[in-house]
T-cell receptor, first 113, second 117 residues
Framework: DQQVKQNSPSLSVQEGRISILNCDYTNSMFDYFLWYKKYPAEGPTFLISISSIKDKNEDGRFTVFLNKSAKHLSLHIVPSQPGDSAVYFCAASDSGNTGKLIFGQGTTLQVKP | EAQVTQNPRYLITVTGKKLTVTCSQNMNHEYMSWYRQDPGLGLRQIYYSMNVEVTDKGDVPEGYKVSRKEKRNFPLILESPSPNQTSLYFC????????????????FGPGTRLTVT
């Protein structure tokens, strides 16, 4: 039973335009959300995060929006660059002490020059 | 340079032949974990360790063992590998078990691609 879902396996955008990656979750106990970026043959690297007490967090070209009532978060990349082409994973952490991150399936973003 | 290293990076083995994937971090992190990545499923936690000699099961622990005798090392052991353990494995470490604003970076190793025939 997938608690974190990324329903779009892939996304293709033109360089300079906005990329919007979406993520849905089912567990209302999740209190922290993170986005990771993964290039081929490398491990995921942290991109941006948001606490459940906020609805927006911005870091340069990257902004994450959280809609708790809809149990939905999105990652906006503006402007998109070819170097952003990678697999993006949404992850969630609950308020327990296991430290476990629950990951979505991933979305492959391709930014075309 | 802060990093998590895993060895080997690629491994092809046969059913039943015991193997160990090593993981080491140089950041003095307390919390370490193992994940496996499978198509359509994302990353799923296998085992985690809060500190030396403290380990616990994640979501998919069957067929795996771990040990944490030193803070920096967290090997993953497959006593009798089976084909359903063919996967991409990631070791990860973080300062604590909580993804706080400062320590929110969980560092991942480069991955180990395991094929069991």
């Amino acid at each position: 039973d997938q608690q974190v879902k990324q329903n779009s396996p892939s996304l293709s955008v033109q360089e300079g335009r906005i990329s919007i990656l979406n993520c849905d979750y089912t567990n209302s106990m999740f209190d922290y959300f993170l986005w990771y970026k993964k290039y081929p043959a490398e491990g995921p690297t942290f991109l941006i995060s948001i606490s459940s007490i906020k609805d927006k967090n911005e870091d340069g070209r990257f902004t994450v929006f959280l809609n708790k009532s809809a149990k939905h978060l999105s990652l906006h990349i503006v402007p998109s660059q070819p170097g952003d082409s990678a697999v993006y994973f949404c992850a969630a952490s609950d308020s327990g002490n296991t430290g476990k991150l629950i990951f979505g399936q991933g979305t492959t973003l391709q930014v075309k020059p | 340079e802060a990093q998590v290293t895993q060895n080997p990076r690629y491994l092809i083995t046969v059913t039943g032949k015991k193997l160990t994937v090593t993981c080491s971090q140089n950041m003095n992190h307390e919390y370490m974990s193992w994940y496996r990545q499978d198509p359509g499923l994302g990353l799923r936690q296998i085992y985690y360790s809060m500190n030396v000699e403290v380990t616990d099961k994640g979501d998919v622990p069957e067929g795996y063992k771990v040990s944490r005798k030193e803070k920096r090392n967290f090997p993953l052991i497959l006593e009798s590998p089976s084909p359903n353990q063919t996967s991409l494995y990631f070791c990860a470490s973080s300062l604590s078990n909580r993804p706080t604003n400062r320590g929110r970076s969980t560092y991942f190793g480069p991955g180990t691609r395991l094929t069991v025939t």
